[in-house]
């Protein structure tokens, strides 16, 4: 089974700060990950898939980069609305995994 | 719209058993394939298991394993996952995701395993 590394496991920023979250995979999964935003009480969203693209209404200040075994999700202006939990996952396979969470805070 | 909608979660005592139900709508059902995604409260993102577009490949994590099955009704445009001999640590909200992406999610369905 691959298994997927987030850190940090808690990130405290401010409103305009440039946010970066780490994925490490366990072995070679090329571009198959997908990048998710939760909100207490609500279903995931996907964000972002096949490492980099922006799904359909995600807004421009998100950004995946990365292959192999190394992603970052990227939020080059963290908004207000921003502040949430946000979870990688690879499907380079059929047995999906996903990374433990980022929670983003209000510093 | 598109949408998922999950049903068929309880309170189940340890060993028991119960079928979750996803009804899909506003897309073409039978082109994709389709998840279970479960989540523990107050914990992360567990994938449970998987179905392709035609049905005839089905994939479960080792936690569930001999214990779950997953299943479709093209005809019904609806996602089946039987679970039995429940586990206490199989308590957790159940979300039914379109693609292995998981582009679209349903709202969930709570499943409580509890004596």
């Known amino acids: 089974d691959i298994q997927m590394t987030q850190s940090p496991a808690t990130l405290s920023a401010s409103v305009g700060d440039r946010v970066t979250i780490t994925c490490r995979a366990s072995?070679?999964?090329?571009?198959?990950l997908a990048w998710f935003q939760q909100k207490p009480g609500n279903a995931p969203k996907v964000l972002i898939y096949k490492a980099s693209t922006l799904e359909s209404g995600v807004p421009s200040r998100f950004s995946g980069s990365g292959s192999g075994t190394r992603f970052t999700l990227t939020i080059s202006s963290l908004q207000p609305d921003d502040f949430a939990t946000y979870f990688c996952?690879?499907?380079?396979?059929?047995?999906?995994?996903f990374g433990g969470g980022t929670r983003v805070e209000i510093k | 719209e598109v949408q998922l909608v999950e049903s068929g979660g309880h309170l189940v005592q340890p060993g028991g058993s119960l079928r979750l139900s996803c009804v899909a709508s506003g897309f073409t059902f039978n082109t994709y394939a389709f998840n279970w995604v479960r989540q523990a409260p107050g914990k992360g993102l567990e994938w449970v298991s998987g179905?392709?577009?035609?049905?005839?490949?089905?994939f479960y994590a080792d936690s569930v394993g001999g214990r779950f099955n997953i299943s479709r009704d093209d005809s019904k445009k609806t996602v089946f996952l039987q679970m039995n001999s429940l586990r206490v640590e199989d308590t957790a909200l159940y979300y039914c995701?379109?693609?292995?992406?998981?582009?679209?999610w349903g709202q969930g369905t709570m499943v409580t395993v509890s004596s």
């Open positions: 072995q070679n999964i090329d571009k198959w």
């Open positions: 179905i392709s577009p035609s049905g005839s490949s089905t």
């Open positions: 995701v379109r693609r292995n992406w998981c582009d679209i």
């Open positions: 996952q690879q499907y380079v396979t059929s047995s999906l995994s």
